[in-house]
């Protein structure tokens, strides 16, 4: 168990000494740069995510009263509603709370004591018992046609939309990273590829002298692993820049909302992630690009 201990030590700090020595700095600066790109798509989403998250996905629905809708009408109304199988609530909004609700939000109250008058109408907010969407649609048009009711609108609806604009961008970026690490897997190759040619002499004789394939494989494997990391570690930088710079602009558009929303550094277990991904680019590229040259050098 020493020896094989000491043989792996051996083998990474021969490779810790070669990476310098081969532009391995530059390789790990590509890396970055690649990787970077759905690093950085893959926060901007999660940031997206988590300010979704603060937004209701009820399948709500509101039903706007037409303006000269009576009072015993309006309770008609409801008891209609409730009545509907297809309705687990309906909770009535009266336009003097409506308004308030309004004046709450954040740079209404101005906009709302300009206005003189309560332009808001009564309105009935609708939870529905199936939340699909095509459910939900057809509900909101049949509940449009009731005779007190002037609009009716489906207030999940974007929502949804925006969710699956998120699983549409996720997939987008699962995609890009994987064309960008069968790039950065052809990167290693080649930067190990460069190395076994430069010690094409050294290996023969290794062989000579009775070294196993592990033996000579082992120090190229640490180096690809090294690089992808590098690369991680370049790729994490790049990110944390980016979001210091874009997070002034964010602070600036979330204050005009009252929020303090800031886009946030991948967690711990993320950024593991991320540099366990670029090492086993790296250490694939290494595989391949080895398991070709000695193949090559044992079959001349």
């Known amino acids: 168990m020493s020896a094989w201990l000491r ?5 990474l700090a021969a490779a810790l000494s070669r990476l310098p020595r081969i532009g391995g700095a530059l390789s790990a600066l590509v890396i970055g740069i690649a990787l970077s790109l759905p690093a950085g798509g893959y926060v901007m989403l999660e940031g ?7 937004v209701t996905l009820e399948p709500q629905i509101s039903v706007f009263l037409r303006a000269e809708t009576k009072h015993a009408d309006a309770e008609a109304l409801g008891a209609t509603l ?11 909004l009266p336009r003097e709370q409506a308004l308030k609700d309004l004046s709450a939000v954040q740079g209404m109250a101005e906009v709302v004591a300009a206005l003189g008058r309560n332009p808001l109408p009564d309105a009935y907010v609708v939870e529905a018992k199936d939340g699909a969407a095509g459910a939900l649609d057809a509900l909101a048009a ?7 009711v ?3 609108q489906a207030d ?4 949804r939309r925006l969710a699956s604009l998120a699983a549409i961008l996720r997939t987008a970026l699962w995609l890009l990273a994987a064309v960008l690490g069968v790039g950065l897997i052809a990167v290693t190759f080649n930067t190990v590829r460069l190395q076994i040619l430069t010690q094409h002499d050294e290996i ?4 000579l002298i009775g070294a196993t394939d592990a033996f000579i494989r082992r120090p190229f494997y640490y180096l690809g692993l090294l690089q992808g990391l590098a690369g991680g570690a370049v790729a994490l930088a790049i990110v944390a820049g980016a979001l210091a710079v874009l997070n002034r602009e964010v602070a600036t558009l979330a204050a005009s909302y009252g929020s303090s929303f800031r886009l946030a550094f991948p967690p711990a277990g993320d950024a593991l992630a991320i540099l366990g991904f670029a090492g086993l680019i790296g250490w694939l590229g290494a595989y391949l690009s080895v398991s070709q040259q000695l193949r090559a050098l044992d079959h001349p």
């Open 48 to 54: 997206l995510r988590g300010a979704g998250a603060r």
């Open 156 to 159: 999940s609806a974007w929502a």
């Open 204 to 207: 023969e004789v290794s062989k």
């Open 150 to 152: 002037a609009h009716a």
């Open 7 to 11: 043989q792996h030590r051996q083998a």
């Open 82 to 92: 409730r009545a509907d199988l297809r309705v687990a609530q309906a909770r009535f």
């Open 142 to 148: 049949d509940l449009a046609k009731l005779p007190a």
